[in-house]
Structure formats: structure tokens, C-alpha cells
């Protein structure tokens, strides 16, 4: 069985600030990991995966996360919020080696961004 | 990358009836997803739509409730059936693409109102 906690339903930032979203996971075998993006009244957006080789991936926008099996956790951050930067963020697992459209995922973290 | 179509975007239903969502993808996958999320909530996988077997269902989705056709291997719809005010939802369809299924990519979704 897998999960995702998303520690913070709600973060805020000021423009040109760091942004930091928490996500811890359990897997019983190796994970595939993503972030999503979800703009009001849209779909999800893949921003970043990890499958396998380099722990630490870079996604649009700006973002990055690196996955640490040792603290299972696959945290995404930016070094400087954007206005545009505001949605709804979603982690996800799924397992390795299978379909990764069959991902369990996050509570979703809501990103403000203060001018 | 997969473009995935859905149809409708949104409706809004009297209790009691059902409604049909398609989901269409300009290629061919092995497996689709559908995903329920609800209002303010993350996304949930309601089943998997296999082409020429049963759809697989998750555990609190049952086929009377959901029924699910694949038909081929760029097509699947999800019914919800006598429908109340709790299915008011997103619905989503997925797909996983690229080589070894790494990437999930998702329609826009459906936006069920049910009154």
C-alpha cells in the first residue's frame, strides 16, 4: 500500500520568496514521485517526476524537489515565488515499474503568493 | 505525451438520473484511470478501464454505481449512476505514457453538479 502526506494545506509566501512544499510518502517498493499543479477551474499539470537516477529533478517553471529515501520524502521548492506561481499543488506515488497514471495521491497543499 | 479529451467539461444533473463522461486519447494506451475529486479534496482512483476485460475498481467504488466501458484502446467511458448530491465532483480520466509508463497525463476533467 502507498501514501502521501502533504504537511500544510495552506502556505503563503511573499513574491520573491522561497517556496517550499513538504511531501512524505510511503511505499512498500520503490516509488515513482510527482508533483502536479492545479490552476482553478483546470486540470493537473505535471510539474516534476522522479522514476529513477538523479535525486534531485527539475520541473517547469522553475521547480525542483529531490527525493530522499532515507527521509522518504520528496519536498518541491522554487528560489523565488511568482504571482502566477498561486494554485493548488498535489504530490503523488506510485509504484515503480507500473502504470503511472495509477498514482495515490497528496491532500494538496493550496500556494499563495503575497505581493 | 498523450492529449486526452474529455466530454463534458461540466453538467449539471437532477438527483436520481446518470451521466455519461468520455474520455478520449489521440493514441493508444493499455490502461485508463478515472479519478474522482471532490470539492476542496485531492483526487481519488475510482477504477482502472482495461481494454476487453472488466474495469478494476478501488476499494468504495462498486461497477452498479460506476460502470465503466473500454471499448478500445483510445476510449473509456464512466457512468455515474442515480446520481445524488454527494457525486457533485471533478471527475478526471488518466492515462500513463512515455517509455515504461513514467508520466501520467490527465483530461481537464468533469465537473459534476448533481441537485
Known amino acids: 500500500a502507498q501514501s502521501v502526506t502533504q504537511l500544510g494545506s495552506h502556505v503563503s509566501v511573499s513574491e520573491g520568496a522561497l517556496v517550499l512544499l513538504r511531501c512524505n510518502y510511503s511505499s512498500s517498493v520503490p516509488p515513482y514521485l510527482f508533483w502536479y499543479v492545479q490552476y482553478p477551474n483546470q486540470g493537473l499539470q505535471l510539474l516534476l517526476k522522479?522514476?529513477?537516477?538523479?535525486?534531485l529533478v527539475k520541473g517547469i517553471n522553475g521547480f525542483e524537489a529531490e527525493f530522499k529515501k532515507s527521509e522518504t520524502s520528496f519536498h518541491l521548492t522554487k528560489p523565488s515565488a511568482h504571482m502566477s506561481d498561486a494554485a493548488e499543488y498535489f504530490c503523488a506515488v506510485s509504484e515503480a515499474w507500473t502504470n503511472a497514471g495509477k498514482s495515490t495521491f497528496g491532500d494538496g497543499t493550496t500556494l499563495t503568493v503575497k505581493p | 505525451s498523450a492529449v486526452i479529451s474529455q466530454k463534458p467539461s461540466r453538467d449539471i444533473c437532477q438527483r436520481g438520473t446518470s451521466l455519461t463522461i468520455q474520455c478520449q486519447v489521440d493514441s493508444q494506451v493499455t490502461m485508463m484511470f478515472w479519478y474522482r475529486q471532490q470539492p476542496g479534496q485531492s483526487l481519488t482512483l475510482i477504477a482502472t478501464a482495461n481494454q476487453g476485460s472488466e474495469a478494476t475498481y478501488e476499494s468504495g467504488f462498486v461497477i452498479d454505481k460506476f460502470p465503466i466501458s473500454r471499448p478500445n484502446l483510445t476510449f473509456s467511458t464512466l457512468t455515474v449512476s442515480n446520481m445524488s448530491p454527494e457525486d457533485s465532483s471533478i471527475y478526471l480520466c488518466?492515462?500513463?505514457?512515455?517509455?515504461?509508463?513514467?508520466?501520467?497525463?490527465f483530461g481537464q476533467g468533469t465537473r459534476l453538479t448533481v441537485v
Open positions: 488518466s492515462v500513463g505514457k512515455t517509455g515504461g509508463n513514467t508520466e501520467a497525463f
Open positions: 522522479y522514476t529513477t537516477g538523479a535525486t
